[in-house]
């Protein structure tokens, strides 16, 4: 349970430095300022277990969306609160993260995209995946997500996923 801690904690604090570089390096116009800063907010509370806060940054309508190979458990897409906190439970039961990192983040308007890699072990099978990117294209309307679009490689997720 301490290495779990200790590992949000790493995590949370690595994804601050990077958010914090990335916010600091380009000019936004206010909306799309604070399209940028409800994404990352919501990612920060994802990443640190806050479900508070997810719930707060969650629009009633969110719409959360993963693309990839349908016999993992956690693809597809979840509509409203509760039914992406139900999915969100599938998912924390099928990967555990041990490395999230944010390479790339833009945002025009209300919408925010984020690149970086990962790397997780699958409890079904035990194996680690290995280094793997991801993408994600996200949605905020009225300081809230509406939107949760995620792209991983999920060829090699499986491969770990099914031993």
Same mark, same amino acid.
């Given at each position: 349970m301490n290495?779990?801690?200790l590992l949000k904690t790493s995590l949370g604090a690595s994804l601050a430095i990077i958010l914090g570089q990335h916010a600091g390096a380009q000019t936004m116009d206010e909306?799309?300022?604070?399209?940028?800063d409800t994404v990352m907010a919501f990612m920060g509370a994802m990443g640190s277990g806050d479900m508070e806060t997810m719930g707060k940054l969650m629009a009633d309508d969110m719409v959360w969306h993963?693309?990839?190979d349908a016999? !993992?458990?956690w693809i597809g897409g979840a509509e409203g609160k509760e039914n992406i906190f139900a999915f969100l439970g599938v998912f924390s039961e099928n990967l555990q993260t041990t490395l999230w990192e944010n390479t790339d983040a833009f945002a025009s308007g209300d919408t925010v995209a984020v690149f970086g890699k990962m790397n997780g072990v699958t409890p079904h099978s035990g194996k680690e995946i290995g280094e793997f990117n991801?993408? !994600?294209r996200s949605k905020v309307r009225d300081g809230q997500v509406v939107l949760w679009h995620w792209f991983?490689?999920?060829?090699?997720v499986s491969r770990a996923y099914h031993g």
């Amino acid at each position: 349970m301490n290495r779990r801690i200790l590992l949000k904690t790493s995590l949370g604090a690595s994804l601050a430095i990077i958010l914090g570089q990335h916010a600091g390096a380009q000019t936004m116009d206010e909306q799309t300022q604070a399209s940028f800063d409800t994404v990352m907010a919501f990612m920060g509370a994802m990443g640190s277990g806050d479900m508070e806060t997810m719930g707060k940054l969650m629009a009633d309508d969110m719409v959360w969306h993963n693309e990839g190979d349908a016999s !993992l458990p956690w693809i597809g897409g979840a509509e409203g609160k509760e039914n992406i906190f139900a999915f969100l439970g599938v998912f924390s039961e099928n990967l555990q993260t041990t490395l999230w990192e944010n390479t790339d983040a833009f945002a025009s308007g209300d919408t925010v995209a984020v690149f970086g890699k990962m790397n997780g072990v699958t409890p079904h099978s035990g194996k680690e995946i290995g280094e793997f990117n991801f993408a !994600l294209r996200s949605k905020v309307r009225d300081g809230q997500v509406v939107l949760w679009h995620w792209f991983e490689d999920s060829f090699a997720v499986s491969r770990a996923y099914h031993g």
